[in-house]
């Protein structure tokens, strides 16, 4: 890999930032994390109260990568069907046969944004794991391929409890990143609110292709990662586990079910994009524990005692961050 592509790479990152600035106010961190999450593979979960922009961003980042998009609004009477498409039954006027047709859906697109996805059933819910974790699609006997790159952005709502459904925690694992939108700073709102009440709008030019982003990919696969960074990966995801020798008496405690095996090869992957996206060509620890919790604060699930206690996962994590050495 070329010293000049290396410094290219490290450059989109800015662009992304200074072009999404125009329209996202703040969420600096957040707009990081998710283009680490795109040039990475992975999918993520947006979690936040409404109207913080979660699904302008979303939208803002279609743009700005020139892929295609389509949005998927969750509701409880949602089927898989209206997802991944329908076949139909045509007839051959010349010849009068009959013969099945399937139209595809939504989910055929580059980026999907799987809007409230808590608010359907787990049944639909569940119809988006093979698409997540298989890149196509089976219907009527037949495997679809999806366009690639292929992203799911999913939202969240965590204050509305009524007509929602928890994700299955199987679900919850396909996402490599969950990132949580919080509200502004005031001097950050004011600016967000002047801005997007003017007369006129920014409008987003594309910046990355998407036979771009997928050679971005594949130069993410060959950063090089040392055992001792692979290793504390994977020390970080073993102390979460309520069984582990590494776990702490709290962990062991407050926690029902720690991260798996997969979490460790999120963290790696993760980690290996924000490195190149630095313009490095090595994981460090600081890249993984940077992604410590966005990678974990989804699979660490915590138990009633937790609860009764008032004690969070992500408080969970972050102790765990701050008591795991780098060196085992």
Not at 194 to 206: D, H, I, K, N, R
């Given at each position: 890999?070329?010293?000049?592509?290396?410094?290219?790479?490290?450059?989109?990152?800015?662009?992304?930032?200074?072009?999404?600035?125009?329209?996202?106010?703040?969420?600096?961190?957040?707009?990081?994390?998710?283009?680490?999450?795109?040039?990475?593979?992975?999918?993520?979960?947006?979690?936040?109260?409404?109207?913080?922009?979660?699904?302008?961003?979303?939208?803002?980042?279609?743009?700005?990568?020139?892929?295609?998009?389509?949005?998927?609004?969750?509701?409880?009477?949602?089927?898989?069907?209206?997802?991944?498409?329908?076949?139909?039954?045509?007839?051959?006027?010349?010849?009068?046969?009959?013969?099945?047709?399937?139209?595809?859906?939504?989910?055929?697109?580059?980026?999907?944004?799987?809007?409230?996805?808590?608010?359907?059933?787990?049944?639909?819910?569940?119809?988006?794991?093979?698409?997540?974790?298989?890149?196509?699609?089976?219907?009527?006997?037949?495997?679809?391929?999806?366009?690639?790159?292929?992203?799911?952005?999913?939202?969240?709502?965590?204050?509305?409890?009524?007509?929602?459904?928890?994700?299955?925690?199987a679900q919850l694992d396909r996402f490599l990143l969950n990132l949580v939108m919080d509200y502004l700073p005031l001097e950050e709102e004011t600016r967000m609110v002047?801005?997007?009440?003017?007369?006129?709008?920014?409008?987003?030019?594309?910046i990355v292709t998407g036979s771009e982003i997928l050679d971005i990919q594949r130069m993410v696969r060959e950063v090089a990662v040392s055992s001792?960074?692979?290793?504390?990966?994977?020390?970080?995801?073993?102390?979460?586990?309520?069984?582990?020798?590494?776990?702490?008496?709290?962990?062991?405690?407050?926690?029902?079910?720690?991260?798996?095996?997969?979490?460790?090869?999120?963290?790696?992957?993760?980690?290996?994009?924000?490195?190149?996206?630095?313009?490095?060509?090595?994981?460090?620890?600081?890249?993984?524990?940077?992604?410590?919790?966005?990678?974990?604060?989804?699979?660490?699930?915590?138990?009633?005692?937790?609860?009764?206690?008032?004690?969070?996962?992500?408080?969970?994590?972050?102790?765990?961050?701050?008591?795991?050495?780098?060196?085992?």
């Open positions: 890999m070329s010293e000049d592509k290396i410094k290219a790479i490290g450059g989109i990152l800015e662009r992304v930032k200074d072009a999404l600035g125009q329209v996202v106010v703040g969420q600096q961190e957040i707009i990081e994390q998710l283009a680490i999450c795109i040039f990475a593979g992975g999918h993520a979960l947006l979690t936040g109260v409404p109207g913080l922009g979660k699904t302008l961003l979303v939208k803002s980042v279609a743009r700005l990568f020139d892929l295609s998009f389509r949005r998927i609004q969750f509701t409880p009477d949602l089927m898989p069907a209206d997802i991944f498409g329908t076949e139909v039954m045509e007839e051959d006027p010349g010849t009068g046969a009959r013969h099945f047709r399937f139209i595809k859906g939504p989910v055929f697109a580059n980026i999907v944004l799987a809007d409230e996805i808590n608010r359907t059933p787990p049944k639909t819910q569940a119809a988006l794991l093979e698409a997540m974790g298989e890149g196509h699609v089976t219907a009527g006997g037949q495997t679809y391929a999806l366009d690639a790159p292929f992203f799911v952005l999913a939202t969240q709502n965590p204050i509305e409890l009524e007509g929602t459904y928890p994700l299955p925690e002047q801005e997007t009440t003017a007369a006129v709008l920014p409008e987003l030019a594309p001792n960074v692979a290793e504390y990966a994977v020390r970080l995801c073993a102390a979460t586990r309520p069984g582990s020798d590494l776990a702490s008496d709290e962990v062991r405690r407050l926690v029902q079910w720690g991260a798996g095996s997969r979490a460790s090869q999120a963290m790696v992957l993760a980690g290996k994009a924000r490195a190149l996206l630095a313009g490095r060509l090595n994981v460090a620890c600081e890249d993984v524990r940077a992604l410590a919790l966005p990678v974990l604060r989804h699979r660490v699930i915590t138990n009633f005692r937790a609860a009764a206690e008032g004690r969070t996962a992500v408080e969970l994590i972050r102790k765990v961050v701050e008591e795991t050495p780098e060196q085992s």
